[in-house]
């Protein structure tokens, strides 16, 4: 039996992800210790994981990319996040390696600080990737805007403008914080990168949450990194009382757990579907939070809506004729992985890939903020359930993947690589 050491970022939507691996990893025999967020210690010891809460100072540390004006500042801004945050995930993890003195460490790709304090540790480890990683493609346009795959001679020199113009800028910007940040993380033992491609692929092994059709075909990305389908785990709930009289086909719209003013996504589906054959349900699951009024004050909630805080989205989903989200990941994947299309209205961070993907497997419809209306989105949802067909693949491509299973043997390789000494072999 060996000792596995995961860590997360202080975000929900990074944590549920990784516990069907940690799942799959403790029913084959490994001991599960977790750092998280401390308001989920308490579920993960139910799972039987050895869990504690990360640094409370993370906590403090919220996005703001959501103030942005472009995608060139938005990803600046999630650089300045993560790095600040590197100053107290870094000595929190190496005090959690100190404390279960494990044999192979798994990090959400999101904990940089501690990333790099694996980086120099010696140990088998991984990192796991719950969003399309922006890791370099042939084919694939640069990671933010969330452009549309273009082949040929005018694709490629689409693509080389766009990544002179955001991620070269942005690079410039973030390496030297990078750099400095792995410096102190490692006390001087980790040498400088020049890029955020190399920055991303420091880890033997990244996992990452998704899978073809959904995301592009990357061949070039090498064994180092595998794409395992979506993992959609969620805790076990209570339903609420209205659950079982739903007798129509329900529309879910959620919005982002960690904070990013997308409140008028749920304000604008409830007055545009207002009339309409579904029950729409609605989760705001960051309300109350950056200054949002709350699940109550968002809207006047018409006679076929209802609005909650959370409700389990599995259930929901399997009633559900469409799905609306902000994009991101977790509950597009979500849906998707249940052969439920969705309409995608992506608000920032990774939601404009989201979006894009959406588009290219044929499995929804992006529609953007600024042309978000009652009437749009109406429109939108049901343009959305003729997508089914694509949903249904995209579902497909997920089970084929192979899940936790998949994600499990491949670290599991790298464990075994541990004791033959090629534990660096996959990069």
């Known amino acids: 039996m060996s000792t596995v050491l995961a860590y997360t970022s202080p975000a929900i939507g990074h944590l549920f992800p990784m516990v069907p691996l940690l799942l799959e990893l403790k029913a084959r025999g490994h001991d599960i210790h977790l750092r998280t967020l401390p308001g989920q210690v308490a579920a993960m010891r139910e799972l039987g994981f050895h869990a504690a809460p990360v640094d409370q100072q993370l906590l403090e540390l919220e996005h703001h990319d959501y103030l942005a004006k472009s995608v060139r500042t938005a990803l600046a801004s999630s650089v300045d996040t993560f790095t600040a945050r590197a100053r107290f995930d870094a000595p929190d993890f190496r005090a959690a390696m100190d404390d279960v003195g494990p044999d192979l460490l798994l990090l959400d790709v999101n904990a940089w600080g501690a990333g790099t304090v694996a980086e120099s540790a010696g140990l088998p480890w991984a990192t796991v990737s719950p969003y399309i990683p922006p890791l370099e493609s042939k084919g694939t346009p640069p990671f933010g805007p969330g452009l549309a795959r273009m082949h040929g001679p005018l694709?490629?020199?689409?693509?080389?403008?766009?990544?002179?113009?955001?991620?070269?800028?942005?690079?410039?910007?973030?390496?030297?914080?990078?750099?400095?940040?792995?410096?102190?993380?490692?006390?001087?033992?980790?040498?400088?990168?020049?890029?955020?491609?190399?920055?991303?692929?420091?880890?033997?092994?990244?996992?990452?949450?998704?899978?073809?059709p959904f995301e592009y075909p990357h061949p070039d990305w090498g064994p180092g990194v595998r794409m395992i389908g979506a993992l959609p785990w969620e805790p076990q709930a209570e339903l609420p009382a209205w659950f079982d009289s739903i007798d129509k086909p329900v529309v879910l719209?959620?919005?982002?757990?960690?904070?990013?003013?997308?409140?008028?996504?749920?304000?604008?589906?409830?007055?545009?579907?207002?009339?309409?054959?579904?029950?729409?349900?609605?989760?705001?699951?960051?309300?109350?939070?950056?200054?949002?009024?709350?699940?109550?004050?968002?809207?006047a909630v018409p006679a076929n809506a209802r609005m909650e805080r959370f409700v389990p989205h599995g259930p929901v989903l399997e009633r559900a004729a469409v799905a609306v989200t902000h994009g991101g990941m977790g509950a597009t994947q979500k849906a998707l992985a249940r052969g439920v299309p969705v309409v995608v209205v992506p608000f920032g961070r990774d939601q404009n890939e989201v979006a894009a993907r959406v588009v290219a497997a044929d499995a929804g419809v992006r529609l953007r903020p600024a042309k978000l209306t009652p009437e749009t989105l109406r429109a939108a949802v049901h343009e959305a359930i003729g997508k089914a067909a694509g949903a249904r693949r995209v579902a497909a491509g997920y089970v084929a993947a192979g899940g936790a299973v998949a994600g499990v043997d491949a670290l599991e390789d790298l464990l075994s690589r541990k004791y033959t000494g090629q534990a660096g072999a996959a990069q």
């Open 155 to 212: 694709g490629r020199a689409r693509d080389a403008v766009v990544r002179r113009v955001v991620i070269a800028a942005v690079e410039k910007v973030m390496m030297p914080g990078i750099n400095r940040m792995r410096a102190d993380a490692s006390g001087g033992q980790l040498p400088p990168l020049q890029t955020a491609d190399a920055f991303f692929r420091r880890a033997p092994l990244m996992l990452v949450t998704t899978a073809e």
């Open 253 to 299: 719209v959620t919005t982002s757990s960690e904070y990013q003013a997308d409140e008028k996504l749920v304000r604008l589906a409830l007055e545009g579907l207002a009339n309409e054959p579904f029950i729409v349900v609605a989760t705001v699951p960051a309300s109350g939070a950056a200054g949002t009024a709350g699940a109550e004050g968002l809207a």
